[in-house]
């Protein structure tokens, strides 16, 4: 990577792992192969981000409707989930991952909801990099479970005096940055209900790879993308003169 790059790498970047059903597909076998093949990659691409220096990773890994997908989909999407905390974070605990699930885990069965809380305890204290999973997750699920956990910790508070920076510690992403770099893989220009208010100015970086694809390089190109970005969050570039450009606000 180049010097701009490194300079300019973002804290937290979170991923639509979109492409694994066509990747599949492709190549004329099951889109539950797809899956299989996609997670496959993850580890690889959360230890190239520690070394990187990027402190929060999440990754879009089930939505709230992906439970409408066909139920041998369902399952193994599942039991992927389970075998990746089983096999892989020893090895990810050890090289200083910290693990976070984010999203309503109740929905799952009482054995994932245990493996994940094991996980999570057993990485607590990890400081190389946050990998934040975003299982049986929605954007607008966080903002309402927000609004409802504020109500609980504030039961005689005015709603109308909630602040934005009050709420923001209700989310689910409580803690951490905002969003710097938001990557969709798989072709599709949408951020499907994923991290709506944590990536309100975020840079949004669209490739035709399909997510088993999406290797180092292909996060490189990315990063060198997010480089040349200017980040102004909402104020305006002053010309050489010092006069506002409002053509460039973003």
Known sequence: MTAQALATLPQH??????GNGRWAQKRHMPRTVGHAKGAAGVKTLVEHCAKL???????????????QRPADEVSTLMG??????????????AAGVRLKI???VTGFAPELQSRILAAEKATQHNQ????????????????????????MANPDADVSLLTQAQLAQHLSTTGMPDVDLLIR???EQRISNFLLWQAA????YFTEALWPEFDDAQLGRALHWYATRERR??????????????????
């Open 13 to 18: 970047i979170a991923i639509i792992m979109d």
């Open 53 to 67: 220096g990027v402190k929060y990773l999440t990754l879009f890994a089930f939505s709230t409707e992906n439970w």
């Open 80 to 93: 992927l989930f389970v075998q990746y905390l089983e096999k892989e974070m020893g090895d990810l605990a």
């Open 102 to 104: 984010i999203g309503d």
């Open 128 to 151: 190389a990099i946050t990998l934040v999973v975003a299982a049986n997750y929605g954007g607008r699920w966080d903002v309402v479970q927000a609004v409802k956990n504020w109500q």
């Open 185 to 187: 893989t798989g072709g």
């Open 201 to 204: 100015y975020a840079e949004l």
């Open 233 to 250: 969050f909402g104020k305006v570039q002053s010309s050489p003169h010092g006069e506002a450009n409002d053509s460039n606000i973003r």
